[in-house]
Each structure stands twice: as structure tokens, then as C-alpha cells.
T-cell receptor
Framework: AQSVTQPDIHITVSEGASLELRCNYS??????LFWYVQSPGQGLQLLLK??????LVQGIKGFEAEFKRSQSSFNLRKPSVHWSDAAEYFC???????????????FGKGTLLTVNP | DTGVSQDPRHKITKRGQNVTFRCDPI?????LYWYRQTLGQGPEFLTY????????KSRLLSDRFSAERPKGSFSTLEIQRTEQGDSAMYLC????????????FGSGTRLTVV
């Protein structure tokens, strides 16, 4: 069965520092991969996605992620963190359903990011 | 485009009562999803509609749960005889086609069963 592991439950960084959030997945085929961000009491906002092609994908808010098939990883990075980036970040893999006509998301448990001034 | 709208935002109910949540997707989105998120966990898939047809249901969706999308527009999720374990955030999302752009999630309904 597919699964997503986010090894870090909580990360604290200083404003202006670089950030890397780890994500490892288990899935038999080439995965659809996603990063979502969730602010307290809110729904999820899509940061970026990987379906195929270039393994380095750019997203919103200055985030990027790199798909590494050999390591089954899809780590999220940002070169300089802003205080407004404090939130919970979820990595997800898309599992094909309905005969391949759509997918459903399996999420990791999330990484809570705290940003110190 | 007003996004995905969910109502109510918060619901407190007594154990054993029935509750119903509503989701209004983005108007041109024909696919609609329900997810459940408990404290400290990522969202978990519950069910999926394409237009009015419910095409996929998770084993998490016990007999006490029912979801409908009668006209292929808004959807409702009903929980009968609520239990404390049903306390969670219920998230609705929608997409157009294969959702290569990803889903759009609503802000969720937070259910507390006391």
C-alpha cells in the first residue's frame, strides 16, 4: 500500500534561514506528488506538484521541491524563510482510482514549521 | 470563482445526534472529495464524486456516514449517531477533470462530539 513519511514532526528555523522539509513515499508506480500548506484552522493550499518531466518543480511563495526516484523522496525547500511561512506542511502522494481516471491523496502526518524572528 | 465553501465552520453536538455538513465546490468543477483530518494527522480520504455519481468510498466511511451530491453541484455529508471518535475536521475539495492542477480545498468543518 502507498504511504508517505514526513520524518520531522516539528522544525524551527530563524527568519531568513534556508528550509528543507523531508518527505519519503512508498508507491509502486511513478507517483503524483504534492506539497500542501495549512494555516491554523484553515484548509489546505497547494504549494506545488509533480506529475512528470523536470524533477525540480517550482511552486508558489518561493518554494521548490525535487523528486528523487532513487531515494523515493520529494523534499520541499525554500532559500529564505519569512515569518508568514509558519504553518503546517503536508506531503501527499496521489493514488490512481476509478480505473485510472482520477486519483486520491494519501497524506503524511505533517511537519509543523515555527519561524523565529 | 469564490473557492470551495463549507458550512458550518464549526459544529458541536452531543453523542448520538445526527449532523449534516454541506460543501459547495467551485462551480465548473465536476469532481468533489471529502477528507477527514484528526488532530495531529494528515487528512484521510473518505469519498469521491464525479458529477452526481459516488465512485469511490473509503473503508473509513462506516455505515453511519452517508454522502450525497444530488445534482452534481453541492454535496452533503451526514453522520448518524455521532460518536466521540467522529470529532475531526471534515474537509471538502473539488477539481476539474483529472486535477492535474491539484485539488482546491475548502476551509473545513470542525466537528466536536461531546
Amino acid at each position: 500500500a502507498q504511504s508517505v513519511t514526513q520524518p520531522d514532526i516539528h522544525i524551527t528555523v530563524s527568519e531568513g534561514a534556508s528550509l528543507e522539509l523531508r518527505c519519503n513515499y512508498s508507491y509502486g508506480a511513478t507517483p503524483y506528488l504534492f506539497w500542501y500548506v495549512q494555516s491554523p484552522g484553515q484548509g489546505l493550499q497547494l504549494l506545488l506538484k509533480y506529475f512528470s518531466g523536470d524533477t525540480l518543480v517550482q511552486g508558489i511563495k518561493g518554494f521548490e521541491a525535487e523528486f528523487k526516484r532513487s531515494q523515493s523522496s520529494f523534499n520541499l525547500r525554500k532559500p529564505s524563510v519569512h515569518w508568514s511561512d509558519a504553518a503546517e506542511y503536508f506531503c501527499a502522494v496521489g493514488l490512481l482510482i476509478s480505473g485510472g481516471s482520477n486519483y486520491k491523496l494519501t497524506f503524511g502526518k505533517g511537519t509543523l514549521l515555527t519561524v523565529n524572528p | 470563482d469564490t473557492g470551495v465553501s463549507q458550512d458550518p465552520r464549526h459544529k458541536i453536538t452531543k453523542r448520538g445526534q445526527n449532523v449534516t455538513f454541506r460543501c459547495d465546490p467551485i462551480s465548473e468543477h465536476n469532481r468533489l472529495y471529502w477528507y477527514r483530518q484528526t488532530l495531529g494527522q494528515g487528512p484521510e480520504f473518505l469519498t469521491y464524486f464525479q458529477n452526481e455519481a459516488q465512485l469511490e468510498k473509503s473503508r473509513l466511511l462506516s455505515d453511519r456516514f452517508s454522502a450525497e451530491r444530488p445534482k452534481g453541484s453541492f454535496s452533503t455529508l451526514e453522520i448518524q449517531r455521532t460518536e466521540q471518535g467522529d470529532s475531526a475536521m471534515y474537509l471538502c475539495a473539488s477539481s476539474k477533470g483529472l486535477a492535474v492542477g491539484g485539488y482546491t480545498f475548502g476551509s473545513g468543518t470542525r466537528l466536536t462530539v461531546v
